[in-house]
């Protein structure tokens, strides 16, 4: 089964997003930035293993998690940085008129 996943140089515009954004989460530290951090850097990880399903589910948790933020500013740049990256983790969403090959 193949999965589709970014080139490299959407790859590479995705994760500099992650780890910005992730950069200025750790200057807070209180319980809702720490655990989208987690969520981020889940992202990251499944952005690096080619995991497609996996990336959406943490880009989503994370864009949840966004609203549960003190700084209004803060939400507002997660939330923006977040559906930017779904953007482009679904320009490699297969269409539903795919086929798949079968032995």
């Known amino acids: 089964m193949e999965h589709a996943t970014l080139s490299g140089h959407l790859t590479d515009i995705a994760l500099d997003?992650?780890?910005?954004?992730?950069?200025?989460?750790?200057?807070?530290?209180?319980?809702?930035?720490?655990?989208?951090?987690?969520h981020l850097k889940s992202a990251r990880n499944y952005l690096l293993g080619a995991m497609p399903n996996e990336l959406e589910f943490s880009l989503l948790a994370a864009k949840d998690l966004a609203a549960?933020?003190?700084?209004?500013?803060?939400?507002?740049?997660?939330?923006?940085?977040?559906?930017?990256?779904?953007?482009?983790?679904?320009?490699?969403?297969?269409?539903s008129g795919c086929t798949s090959r079968s032995s």
Request: hydrophobic content about 50%; charged content about 25%.
């Open 17 to 38: 997003r992650l780890d910005r954004l992730i950069a200025e989460l750790t200057r807070f530290h209180d319980s809702p930035a720490e655990l989208l951090v987690e």
């Open 68 to 95: 549960r933020l003190p700084d209004v500013h803060l939400q507002a740049l997660v939330r923006q940085e977040v559906a930017s990256l779904l953007g482009l983790a679904a320009v490699t969403r297969p269409t």
